[in-house]
């Protein structure tokens, strides 16, 4: 059966491509609108102009398309399709399915292989160079250099000056290039493989040590052996520029520590460049060091440094005319594209709002963003006004990564159609061609943007049961990760949806996405145990619910972890997240689990969940005077936002009640070690309206003035005898 089902496939993959033109039913010319579309819903649109049955692989369904044809051939545009996406078309009974062949695929794998590689290549290449160019003499010159400097900046009457920048960022370049935990760092990524990388991009973190539990990997030998000549150098060395200029408020977790203390040596990888940032940034791995005491306390910890380099994060700025080349335009590209021309007014005001230059035209971009099912309509609306302007057709791809483009980083030009085309495809990471009629605009790294945009199906039905119920529940929530990979679970078009859900605290990260889908895992039955304030043991949870529990576990740091979908007592959780960072590192606990638990979880591990319900408000926020999107808090957070203060152009412009869905979560590993996670999702009556303060129940008043008060008093203590 399997030798069968193989050939079938076989077959299919190799049937050959269809010739639409061939087709009298397809000659008729149409006129088709779409923004931003998915490839069924502009399939179905076309089958019904036509009559003809148009169908679609099923992992194709939700890819995004922008199209904007008028008067053209039917089979025309049904080709531009295809080759746009570098699909093809098949016949189908008395119809046809657009299909992605078997060779395709392959290669798109390749290429998502190949660009989740490229920051890790770039990073290894940078580290092994720095090795390379680590000689005594070489480190003796910029040693002398860094001393220069620092009597420069003490001679200087103005350190803020713009040469005094210059300096500073010199000397911070300076200090990462001698320091003996960068060229650790380095030692160490240089000898790590292709297949580390790809295993980092799999599990999201890797833990090596000198001395490895079964959940570690051995820290190469290359390393090893210059371990204990480096250990005594970050024992002598100080990371702060500060020390050398007698400046006491050095932080003390900086401060020397005795070398024979030490007992192991672990490096922590983490997985950095996610798709909110992969088209701004592409950083390499995210590499830390711990030196561990024999009781396991971190004597000093190395954070990462040498990454920086790798993303040119101390690239001096280059000159606006050598940073932009002006690109190379398509051939035959009509003189009208490069005359001066009256831009449509769709495109006027996108300019205005990606430079920031009109506050009520970016209001309506922020709606758009933050507001909208589909985040990216504007981009689709701009270009779609655009082809109608200048008279062509128009076709391009649609991908999270796009919402990205436009702000600030790159800069949105109108000043003839081919700039616009220009800056507007450079800000999605895009190129453009001219073949008469049609305008097409596809992205540069394909492979990656699709494999981190959201599925519409998802996103839609998430910001639709805000619609409902005026806000999402945890439960929703975490039933919607389960249909997402971690790289769409993190894309930007997640980020803009979860700020009008709510407000999930603290970010949305590995170790979140996995505990979300531990609880969107579990069974209705097993919920309501939990919240019914029933214990459950981590052997009875399904198979998948405990491999997502596990995850979590390996990959979360920062207890406790915060996943509520409404804004809570954050004062609070900063005071405590800045206590936590200012402890001297001789005094810090280890809290990785994989040194905590070298055999992993325990036997007969326990969750208990306290829940509850409680009373909040939903906050109208707007800017400008004019509103543009609403969240949940808790009336401690109200407390915080007013103590704090508003910028001018935002107000709260309206108070409604809401419903706060509080989760308490404890993995009780052993009696003395408890994970702990804090949840909820939170709703409002969708058909009240925002009305003023007064509005709101008496009770729900009287603590909001409360947590005000309690706020001020935070921000603001009384001086000394006051």
């Known amino acids: 059966m399997t030798i069968l089902l193989g050939c079938a496939l076989a077959l299919a993959s190799a049937a050959p491509q269809a010739d639409l033109s061939l087709d009298d039913r397809l000659k008729p010319p149409i006129t088709i609108e779409a923004s931003v579309k998915t490839m069924k819903e502009v399939l179905d649109d076309l089958a019904q102009r036509t009559g003809v049955a148009l169908k679609v692989q099923d992992d ?36 046809y399915t657009l299909a992605q062949s078997a060779e395709s695929a392959a290669q ?89 990388a790809l295993d980092l991009e799999r599990l999201g973190k890797l833990v090596y040590s000198t001395h490895p539990t079964a959940l570690q990997r051995p820290m190469p030998s290359a390393v090893t052996e210059q371990l204990p000549a480096l250990v005594q150098e970050i024992a002598q060395f100080n990371d702060v520029l500060f020390d050398d200029m007698e400046m006491p408020e050095a932080p003390e977790a900086n401060r020397n520590f005795d070398p024979q203390a030490v007992r192991a040596v672990r490096a922590v990888v983490r997985r950095t460049g996610r798709g909110f940032f992969y088209l701004m940034q592409q950083p390499g791995p995210n590499v830390s060091f711990q030196f561990l005491s024999g009781n396991g306390t971190i004597l000093r910890s190395k954070e990462p440094g040498l990454f920086g380099y790798a993303a040119g994060m101390f690239d001096e700025e280059p000159d606006a005319a050598e940073a ?51 985040p990216l309509q504007m981009f689709g609306d701009v270009m779609v006004e655009f082809a109608k302007a200048m008279d062509v057709c128009y076709i391009s791809d649609a991908y999270d990564t796009h919402l990205m483009g436009g702000f600030g980083a790159f800069g949105v030009s109108a000043d003839s159609p081919a700039s616009f085309l220009d800056s507007m495809a450079r800000s999605m990471a895009a190129g453009w061609s001219y073949s008469g009629p049609w305008i097409a605009v596809r992205t540069s790294p394909y492979a990656l943007a699709r494999a981190t945009t959201v599925p519409r199906s998802v996103l839609k039905r998430l910001l639709g049961e805000k619609e409902r119920l005026g806000g999402i529940t945890f439960d929703s929530f975490s039933s919607a990760l389960l249909r997402l990979t971690d790289r769409q679970a993190t894309s930007p078009a997640i980020m803009f949806a979860m700020v009008s859900l709510g407000l999930l605290e603290g970010g949305l990260d590995l170790p979140g996405i ?5 609880w969107g895992s579990l069974s209705p039955a097993l919920k309501e145990a939990l919240k019914q304030g029933r214990t459950v043991t981590r052997d ?8 997502h529990l596990d995850r979590y576990l390996y990959l979360v740091e920062d207890e406790p972890l915060q996943l509520r979908l409404y804004m809570e007592d954050i004062f609070s959780a900063m005071m405590e997240s800045a206590m936590k960072d200012m402890l001297p590192e001789g005094e810090r606990p280890d809290d990785e689990f994989t040194q905590r638990f070298p055999a992993g979880i325990p036997a007969g591990s326990e969750i208990r969940l306290q829940h509850g319900v409680r009373q909040g408000v939903g906050v109208q926020l707007a800017f400008g005077g004019r509103p543009a999107f609403s969240f949940a808090m808790s009336p401690e957070a109200y407390g915080f936002e007013e103590a704090f203060g508003q910028d001018a152009s935002v107000a709260l412009s309206g108070f409604r009640a809401a419903t706060l869905e509080a989760y308490t979560f404890e993995i009780a590993l052993s009696p003395n070690d408890i994970f702990t996670v804090k949840a909820g999702g939170a709703t409002s009556d969708p058909k009240a309206e925002f009305g003023p303060f007064d509005s709101l129940p008496e009770e729900l008043r009287r603590q909001m003035e409360q947590a005000k008060e309690r706020a001020r008093k935070r921000f603001s203590p009384p001086p000394p005898g006051g």
């Open 514 to 518: 996995s505990f979300c889908r531990m």
């Open 540 to 547: 009875l949870l399904p198979t998948e619910a405990r491999g």
């Open 324 to 374: 932009e080349p002006k690109p190379q335009r398509p051939e035959g590209l009509p003189a009208r594209f490069e005359e001066a021309w009256s831009a449509p007014d769709t495109v006027k005001k996108f300019v205005l709002a990606s430079s920031g230059e009109d506050e009520f035209v970016m209001v309506d971009m922020l709606k758009n963003l933050f507001g909208s099912s589909e």
């Open 60 to 95: 194709l369904r939700e890819d995004l398309i922008t199209l904007y044809a008028k008067e053209r051939p039917a089979h025309e545009v049904l080709a531009r399709i295809a080759l746009h996406f570098g699909w093809e078309w098949r016949k189908a009974d008395d119809g």
């Open 108 to 196: 798109e794998k390749r290429e998502l292989e190949q660009l989740i590689l490229e920051p890790f290549q770039r990073a290894k290449k940078t580290a092994q160079e720095r090795l390379q160019a680590s000689t005594p003499e070489a480190l003796a010159k910029l040693r002398a250099e860094i001393a220069e400097l620092q009597k420069k900046i003490a001679e200087m009457p103005d350190d803020e000056s713009e040469e005094g920048y210059r300096i500073w960022n010199r000397l911070v370049e300076l200090t990462e290039q001698v320091s003996p935990g960068a060229r650790l760092e380095a030692l160490f990524l240089a000898q790590m493989s292709t297949r580390d």
